[in-house]
């Protein structure tokens, strides 16, 4: 699986929209990216997983670009409750079945 | 539909016993996972399985053993409790490889 970086911490204002980067610029063609997040110590929560078109759902959208070597998770309508580290996670499609690989993820402050 | 679920959510072993954690699902998965978090850090796979009867080796896989006897079931089992094992449990599913995967609470452990 391909490494990703991210951010260590970010902050942004509860109703405006978290634009979460991630770069993974070694990514082959036929690994997905996917986003989990993690609140305060509880287990994981996916969030979105993309190849390289962009994807959305009732949680968020995730933006990859065109050369696929990095990506952009975003919540639209942040509240205080989104708060928490959110991991992107480059993982390959095909054979084995291998677990997720977590980096240490961006830690997302919602401010009111 | 409970989802996935993990006994004991808490647990404190002195140097050398040993204790099965239960991990269990009701979503019909195929794939289950157990991982561990130490503080500050992302989750490191320690076994893996593919299906009824079988288990894998993950990143971390010394001082645990695993079994997974019934498709809902997944056990993981430290033989001689060691201070170092003192950590945070997540156990995981997931229907295949490419889907996301659903995580439980968390077992903590601490052992003195």
């Known amino acids: 699986d391909a490494k990703t970086t991210q951010p260590p911490s970010m902050d942004c204002a509860e109703g405006r929209a978290a634009n979460l980067p991630c770069n993974h610029s070694?990514?082959?063609?036929?690994?997905?990216v996917y986003w989990y997040r993690q609140i305060h110590s509880q287990g994981p929560q996916y969030i979105i997983h993309?190849?390289?078109n962009n994807e959305t759902n009732e949680m968020a959208s995730l933006i990859i670009t065109e050369d696929r070597k990095s990506s952009t998770l975003i919540l639209p309508h942040a509240t205080l409750r989104d708060t928490a580290v959110y991991y992107c996670?480059?993982?390959?499609?095909?054979?084995?079945?291998?677990?997720?690989?977590f980096g240490k993820g961006t830690h997302l402050i919602i401010q009111p | 539909n409970a989802g996935v679920t993990q006994t004991p959510k808490f647990r404190v072993l002195k140097t050398g016993q040993s204790m099965t954690l239960l991990c269990a699902q009701d979503?019909?998965?195929?794939?289950m996972y157990w991982y561990r978090q130490d503080p500050g850090m992302g989750l490191r796979l320690i076994h893996y399985s593919v299906g009824e009867g079988t288990t894998a080796k993950g990143e971390v896989p010394d001082g645990y053993n695993v079994s997974r006897l019934k498709k809902q079931n997944f056990l993981l089992g430290l033989e001689s409790a060691a201070p170092s094992q003192t950590s945070v449990y997540f156990c995981?599913?997931?229907?295949?490889?490419?889907?996301?995967?659903?995580f439980g609470p968390g077992t903590r452990l601490t052992v003195t």
């Open positions: 070694t990514i082959s063609g036929n690994e997905y």
């Open positions: 979503m019909n998965h195929e794939y």
């Open positions: 995981a599913s997931s229907y295949l490889q490419v889907y996301e995967q659903y």
């Open positions: 996670i480059a993982r390959y499609s095909g054979g084995g079945a291998d677990g997720l690989t």
């Open positions: 993309g190849l390289k």
